[in-house]
C-alpha cells in the first residue's frame, strides 16, 4: 500500500497498486492471450458489470479524428447506460474507415451473445498500432477464452490490466478507498499530463442498493 499526495481536500489517498478493477464491488474481469500481438504477450480484456445498476459516464478525446471504437462506444454510452467494457491491444482500430466501424460493431454483438446483453450496453476499446484492420478472426477465437475466464479476484483484475498495455514497462491499476466506496483505474495515456489522462474507471459504493457504476475509457477528470 503506497500513499500518494492528493489534489483533493482530504489530502492524501490509499492507494494498493496490487489490486485492480476487481476491489470495486460488483465487477469481474479477465485477461487472456488472444493474438493481437507479435511478441505473443496478453492482449484481450474484458471487464463486466454485474449490476443490479448499470450506470456508466465517459468524456471522450476532443480530436476531429477518433477511432471507430470511440465512435461505437460514444453511441453506446449516450444512453447512460453499459454492461460491459471489451478491450484488445495490439491494434488501435484507428484510421481503418467504415471495415474498423463494422469491426467495432461486431466485437460488441459477440461480447452481447457472449454475456446474454444487447450489443448497444458493450463498450469497445481499442489500442495499439493505428491504420492497420483488426482482425476478426482473430477476435472470434479469443472472445470465449475471455469470457471463460472472468473472474471477481484479484488475479483477474490484474490479468485485465496487463492485457491492455502496449509500450508499458508495467500495468498500470490503482484502487482507491474512501468514505462511501471504492473506485479503480486503468490511466493509460504516457504522453497527457493531468487533468487530461485517459482512463477507465469503476466505482461501487457499499450498499447492494446503491449503483455499480463503470466509467468507460478513455474518460478524464475535470
Known amino acids: 500500500m503506497r500513499t500518494y499526495p492528493s489534489q483533493q481536500p482530504a489530502g492524501t489517498l490509499q492507494v494498493d497498486t496490487g489490486r485492480g478493477v476487481t476491489a470495486a464491488q460488483g465487477f469481474r474481469a479477465a485477461g487472456t492471450v488472444a493474438g493481437f500481438k507479435d511478441s505473443g504477450g496478453p492482449d484481450l480484456a474484458l471487464v463486466v458489470n454485474d449490476g443490479p445498476q448499470h450506470h ?31 478491450l484488445n491491444s495490439g491494434g488501435a482500430n484507428a484510421c481503418t474507415g467504415p471495415q474498423g466501424f463494422q469491426a467495432a460493431h461486431r466485437t460488441a454483438e459477440l461480447v452481447g451473445e457472449a454475456l446474454g446483453v444487447g450489443a448497444g450496453d458493450v463498450v469497445v476499446c481499442s489500442t495499439g498500432l493505428i491504420g492497420v484492420q483488426l482482425p476478426m478472426d482473430v477476435m472470434e477465437r479469443g472472445l470465449p ?55 477507465c474507471s469503476w466505482s461501487s459504493p457499499p450498499t447492494p442498493s446503491s449503483p455499480r457504476t463503470p466509467c468507460s475509457g478513455p474518460s478524464r477528470t475535470p
Open 56 to 86: 456508466v459516464g465517459a468524456v471522450y478525446t476532443t480530436n476531429r479524428i477518433t477511432a471507430a471504437p470511440v465512435q461505437w462506444s460514444k453511441a453506446a454510452t449516450a444512453d447512460g447506460r453499459a454492461a460491459a467494457v471489451v
Open 145 to 199: 477464452t475471455v469470457v471463460e475466464a472472468l473472474g471477481g479476484d484479484d488475479g483477474s483484475g490484474s490479468a485485465a490490466a496487463r492485457a491492455i498495455m502496449t509500450t508499458d514497462s508495467v500495468s498500470k491499476q490503482a484502487p482507491t478507498s474512501a468514505t462511501g466506496g471504492r473506485s479503480a483505474e486503468w490511466p493509460r495515456a504516457r504522453a497527457c499530463s493531468p487533468p487530461d489522462w485517459p482512463r
